[in-house]
């Protein structure tokens, strides 16, 4: 756990305790512990209205002061015996299946930056694995990268990279997927195959 996590915790009356443990969860992939931040935002929350809505001093007003310095305690005792598990969690390696899910979702990112920023794409070198320097984001720019990196697309051998490379040169480059399938009539299998992995930077 980091200093920050503590920081939190002990904030009193835990008002922080839901918010972490859900960051918690979401960054070391554990549903449970969402569960529990939804848990304490019930209790630690809940007792705030309680005690703010109730007349000062009142038994509803202590009710409610009650439950929220309970919900603090809870979560941070809570806190002190998970402490050990995330700091595991985070340190372990990645499982083959969450690196698949990553790799999926940066390409999907890739894609929709080249959309938005298509310049600042540009910039950063994203879909050029070809230079050592660029953050490709594991997609591959089919307007401007060498031919041998068109080769490694699914369903494009050595005559169909030359192709989109002449094709290219020609038209100054492709807009879109389907303006590539258009322009070398490629079969519409061929075209899905290629969707998750190209983008198409201007030249």
Do not use: C
């Not at 904030?11 to 554990?30: D, E, S």
């Not at 490629?186 to 075209?191: F, K, Q, S, T």
């Amino acid at each position: 756990m980091t200093w920050l996590w503590w920081a939190g915790m002990l904030i009193p009356f835990g008002f922080l305790t839901p918010i972490l443990f859900a960051a918690a969860a979401i960054r070391v992939r554990k549903p449970a512990w969402g569960g529990w931040a939804a848990l304490y935002a019930v209790v630690v929350y809940s007792g705030l209205v309680v005690t703010e809505a109730a007349p000062d001093e009142s038994d509803l007003s202590n009710f409610g002061a009650l439950v929220m310095v309970v919900g603090w305690l809870a979560g941070i005792g809570h806190g002190f015996v998970a402490r050990r598990e995330y700091a595991s969690r985070l340190e372990a390696p990645a499982s083959p299946l969450d690196q698949a899910r990553d790799t999926i979702s940066r390409r999907k990112d890739a894609q929709q930056l080249a959309l938005r920023e298509p310049q600042a794409a540009l910039e950063m070198g994203l879909g050029r694995p070809d230079l050592p320097t660029a953050n490709h984001m594991g997609v591959i720019d089919v307007n401007h990268v060498p031919i041998a990196v068109l080769e490694r697309l699914p369903g494009v051998d050595h005559a169909l990279a030359h192709e989109i490379a002449t094709a290219r040169k020609e038209i100054d480059g492709f807009g879109s997927l389907e303006d590539l399938g258009e322009v070398l009539r490629l079969e519409v299998g061929v075209v899905e195959d290629l969707r998750p992995y190209v983008v198409f930077l201007p030249r």
